[in-house]
């Protein structure tokens, strides 16, 4: 009888290990300029003191609870204007350091985003004929980790349909008319790609046709899992998987307008937004997004509000290290992991330029209140 081949190798589910590390050993941290993280870090403490305070933040309360972190948000709010030496010694003083890795495998993948700016009109008129919906009434959306622990980090949404809760529209539906006539159009834009890259970005600005400046942020989703369509374009052996960049995605899609439409429609996510005013972009947290310093994260593994140490690459010159303090202000539909990061590069010409072509491999390390409960 001949032998049994070896069983294949099963991936272990997805799952953040902390390894306890020295600030002294982290890449680049004494090069930081580490009172800038202060700010956005303050402003994620201004949402967390708006959560109960026995709240377990993290899988199985890794972070500790909400109350540990507003004894150093306390701490914090006193160094608002200090120097980068004053706001280093702080947070090696209050943090404990960890570098996260997935089952043991520090190395995840990081990209970037940006806040995109459209043309639009508030009427459906001449070259405007492209709706951005606001979310609409019926859309229900839960967090899981509000029923049961292990949920924590995982989001639902859908509607009720007589006593079932089933799944909302995709974005092929919406985009063939399902909520076309119910008032929800918040705006017109004129281009349907622009559209849709500010749904994978999720706020933006829309310059009026009056000459007004429209801030749109995040107001929902429908709930359908993200789809990459620079996926589809290498599974289709369209673009080889290291020519996928968000400015070779666009340029197939103008160079192939009869195909746009079909091929976005691959990604059934759809967002929906709401006019914002104020400084900048709002996150998932809810705190204003900083450029350079804001993270967006996967919530099931990163709670928000935390610094993290960024070790990557800069995406202008894939030689150079970026290495810097920044804070899990944000998620998104395509971040996924324990060690995954989409950082926010704000807004113009040169941050869309940065975000549409990182992807990089990288690290991150988490800060932790030394004295936090489990």
């Given at each position: ?40 870090f ?21 972070a ?16 608002s ?7 280093r010694?702080?947070f090696?003083?209050?943090f ?19 806040e ?90 829309v ?5 007004r ?55 059934p ?6 006019i ?26 990163i ?29 998104g ?12 590069w704000?807004?113009?010409?040169a ?22 409960t489990?």
């Open positions: 009888m001949a032998p049994k081949a070896p069983a294949p190798d099963v991936p272990l589910p997805a799952k953040l290990v902390l390894e306890s590390v020295s600030p002294a050993t982290v890449p680049g941290w004494t090069d930081d300029r580490h009172a800038e993280a202060l700010r956005p303050l402003k994620s403490c201004e949402r967390l003191a708006r959560l109960p305070p026995e709240r377990a933040l993290g899988p199985d309360g890794v500790g609870r909400v109350a540990d972190w507003l004894r150093v948000c306390r701490d914090a709010e006193a160094l204007s200090a120097d980068d030496a004053t706001a010694k702080f090696e003083s209050a404990a350091f960890y570098r996260a890795t997935d089952n043991g495998k520090p190395a995840g993948l990081f990209t970037g985003y940006y995109p700016e459209l043309r639009g009109a508030w009427r459906r008129e001449g070259r405007f004929r492209v709706p951005l919906y606001a979310r609409p009434s019926d859309l229900i959306s839960a967090d899981l980790g509000e029923f049961r622990p292990d949920w924590s980090g995982q989001r639902i949404a859908g509607r009720v349909v007589g006593n079932r809760f089933v799944p909302y529209v995709s974005r092929a539906e919406i985009e063939a008319g399902a909520l076309a006539g119910k008032g929800l159009e918040l705006l017109w834009v004129d281009d349907a790609v622009d559209a849709f890259f500010l749904h994978v970005q999720g706020s933006g600005r310059v009026m046709d009056d000459g400046e429209v801030r749109l942020g995040y107001a929902g989703a429908n709930g359908h899992p993200y789809a990459s369509i620079g996926a589809e374009l290498i599974r289709r052996g369209t673009l080889a998987r290291e020519d996928v960049t968000m400015q070779s995605i666009r340029a197939w899609l103008a160079e192939n307008p009869n195909a746009a439409g079909e091929l976005m429609a691959k990604n996510s759809y967002v929906f937004f709401q914002n005013s104020g400084e900048g972009p709002l996150g998932s947290q809810g705190a204003a997004l900083t450029p350079g310093r804001s993270l967006a994260v996967d919530p099931k593994f709670p928000l509000g935390i610094p993290l140490w960024l070790d990557t690459r800069d995406p202008a010159d894939g030689r150079v290290p970026l290495r810097r303090l920044v804070v899990a202000q944000d998620t539909g395509a971040i996924r992991g324990p060690v995954r990061g989409d950082l926010f704000g807004a113009g010409a941050a869309a330029e940065r975000a549409g072509r990182m992807k990089e491999e990288g690290r991150y390390f988490l800060l932790l209140p030394k004295d936090r489990n």
